[in-house]
């Protein structure tokens, strides 16, 4: 059983290692920019709106992003042995809506592991991964927007003794043994 917070810059790989992650420990993978890209390319009403933020490089409101939070958490499945939370929370405000929402529902995070590499090296990954918010212009706001909004957040899980920094400058398969032996170390059996 593991529930985990992936926190880092954009360019940091926290998909990348929430994915691989999850799938080992058999953990719910819930990227709330998955689910808004998936809402987007739907033309759902949530996509639309959301659409015009992200586009931006901005945060969507956090009303829209709680709510999905809300219902993933919910539908975990009972093969699934907890969840890792990837690019969410975003701000303070978040975070503390999370700590209501796992209050609610009779749940706690065991961490907050949160991915350090350098800026030279995000905005190179950023440009070479050709989404479609990863233009010059809009992958400069979304790391202004990182250390404006979500860069506070290390404080905030480092203040509750939650903070587990992780060096991402290495090769994936690299990180991911950093990321096991910390959750290992943190998480009970
Ligand atoms: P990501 O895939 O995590 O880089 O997210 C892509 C975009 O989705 C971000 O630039 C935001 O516009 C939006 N987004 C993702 N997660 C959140 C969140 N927790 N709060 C607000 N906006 C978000």
């Known amino acids: ?6 926190l880092g810059p954009p360019g940091a790989g926290k998909g990348t290692q929430a994915a691989i992650v999850a799938e080992q420990l058999r953990l719910a993978h819930i ?5 808004l890209r998936a809402a987007v390319r739907e ?6 709106e959301a659409n015009s933020y992200m586009s ?17 958490l919910q539908n975990i499945t009972p093969d699934q042995k907890g969840w890792i ?3 969410f929370p975003r701000n ?9 929402i ?3 529902i009779g749940q706690s995070s065991d961490c907050a592991i949160n991915l350090d590499v350098a800026d030279d090296i995000l905005i190179q990954r950023l440009l070479n991964r ?32 939650h903070l587990v920094s992780i060096d991402g400058n290495a090769a994936v398969e690299t990180v991911t043994h950093r990321i096991q032996d910390a959750v290992h170390q943190r998480v009970a059996a």
């Open 43 to 48: 033309g759902t009403p949530l996509g639309q």
């Open 56 to 72: 931006r490089g901005d945060l969507v409101p956090d009303s829209v992003v709680l709510g999905l939070v809300k219902e993933a």
């Open 130 to 161: 050709g989404r479609q918010d990863d233009t010059e212009e809009v992958v400069r706001n979304r790391l202004q927007v990182y250390r404006d909004q979500t860069a506070p957040l290390i404080d905030f899980y480092q203040s509750r003794s």
């Open 92 to 100: 303070e405000s978040q975070a503390k809506a999370l700590d209501d």
């Open 102 to 104: 796992l209050q609610g």
């Open 1 to 6: 059983m593991a529930r985990l917070i992936f």
């Open 31 to 35: 990227s709330t920019g998955d689910i």
């Open 85 to 87: 939370l990837d690019g």
